[in-house]
């Protein structure tokens, strides 16, 4: 299904004229914060929507400049939110000091690298074999009753895994008792949205999105990025791989099957401009073909209406569409248009796989794309086809180590917005999980090799750059690990996001 866009400027020919606004040119994606903003366009006011409001939110600022992503993630503007009736309360949230990144020395050139075995041992990722005790074992000062809720939990879960749905009521009316609020300790907190999401699917209750919970899940998604380097290293090692693909290349086209809220297309479209300016080349085009689940109507609005302006700001070519998940099952790549002399990129995440499969990977050698990027930031372990059991421990102890890290950042306090960040982004996800848990799936890196794929190494660039995140984010316990050709961001000893880089 495509959305039109109400300024398209893809495939300018090369008479395109060159952009005379110069710009300091970043040495990636993580630079952005010290370019200067393009001078703003001058429009007319015209009355806002709601979603239009909402969508300034995301890019905008006081005087009307648009933010590339380091800049989107500045909390001192929260005009529209007031305008919407929304208390504001980042006072409250500490906050990266992007000044810092000024200190940062002077990257090494990039250059990638091929490793000669990528396959991940058991022992690299040891939850795989978690089970109920030993996932109890790896949190410090629990309690009988803390072994107890996370006993019923399973319980419940294996009820669903034997279609003992009454025993399930039964258990979970239990765990209502035992965790009826999401407080007390990450682990505990964690159980309370676990036990919400298997409520959920014995009850069949779904989930709808209005657009009061897209202003909410913006303001989470801004704390988010501000105390955690979780989203800024997926966003940077992501877009670090696919510029280096199609660095050079006049007119590119990525295909992305987890956008979000799109914000880290900005960051993107800024270094492709910058990169032109300073090779004195005819601004670039980007087309974007964004696959989004069937309630995605409210963000897809949204991101449209941001990377449009921004991209006329910048004053380079950009279009994008939307295709629904339920199409693509359907048509696979034919639900996309293609373009010749493009240079494509692929950007996943496993949990498209648990939803329609991996089927599709054999189709990319008819679109020959320069790069396939997966970013795994939900904790989805390469297990094959896990029971409905394995998932929701998995699950159960991915999304509390996430937790628990989250306070590690809060300094000073910070309860409120920790919460925010549960309730309006960690729940879905969580609620996702369990809607998907015990699908089958195929493992995917089995599914990457038939299909023809081989991984490649990310850049020594991106992986210095990554250690610099963690330097300017200054929160202990994480750390980068590359394990063969996967860049991994770790909480203590566990893996939190792992990107990759594959090619036909």
Known sequence: MKVPCTTTQAHQPPSLKHRTTSFNEPKSVLDLGRSPSPSPAVNKPTPKSEVSAISESLFQSDDGSLHSEDQILNLEDWVWMRELGLHDDSTRIPQFNHSDSQLLPEFPPSHSFVPDDFSLSSDQFPNESFNSVSLCNDFHHMNNDDFNFVDVLIRAADCFESNELQLADVILERLNHQLPYPTGKPLQRAAFYFKEALLGLLTGSTRSTHSSDVVQAIK??????????????????????????????????????????????????????????????????????????????????????????????????????????????????????????????????????????????????????????????????????????????????????????????SVGGGEDWIRRIENFLLRPKIFAAVEAAGRRAPPWREAFAAAGLRAVGLSQFADFQAECLLRKVQVRGFHVAKLQAEMVLCWQQRALVATSAWRC
């Open 220 to 409: 989470a998604y801004k704390n988010f990025a501000n105390v955690s380097p979780i989203i800024m290293f997926s966003n940077f090692t992501a877009n670090q791989a696919i510029l280096e693909a199609v660095d050079g290349s006049m007119f590119v086209h990525v295909v992305d099957f987890d956008i979000g809220f799109g914000g880290q297309w900005a960051s993107f479209m800024r270094e492709v401009a910058d990169r032109a300016e300073s090779r004195r080349v005819n601004s670039p085009s980007l087309r974007i073909t964004a696959v989004v689940p069937e309630e995605y109507a409210i963000e897809s609005r949204l991101i449209r209406d941001n990377l449009n302006q921004f991209a006329c700001e910048l004053k380079i070519g950009f279009d994008i569409e939307f295709v629904l998940v339920r199409t693509f099952e359907l048509l696979s790549l034919k639900a996309i248009r293609f373009i010749d002399g493009e240079k494509t990129a692929v950007l996943l995440s496993p949990a498209i796989f648990q939803r329609i499969g991996a089927g599709f990977l054999n189709d990319l050698r008819q679109i020959s794309p320069h790069v396939v990027v997966l970013v795994d930031a939900e904790g989805m372990t390469d297990g094959g086809t896990p029971s409905f059991r394995r998932s929701v421990i998995d699950g159960l102890e991915f999304y509390s180590t996430v937790m628990e890290s989250l306070e590690a950042a």
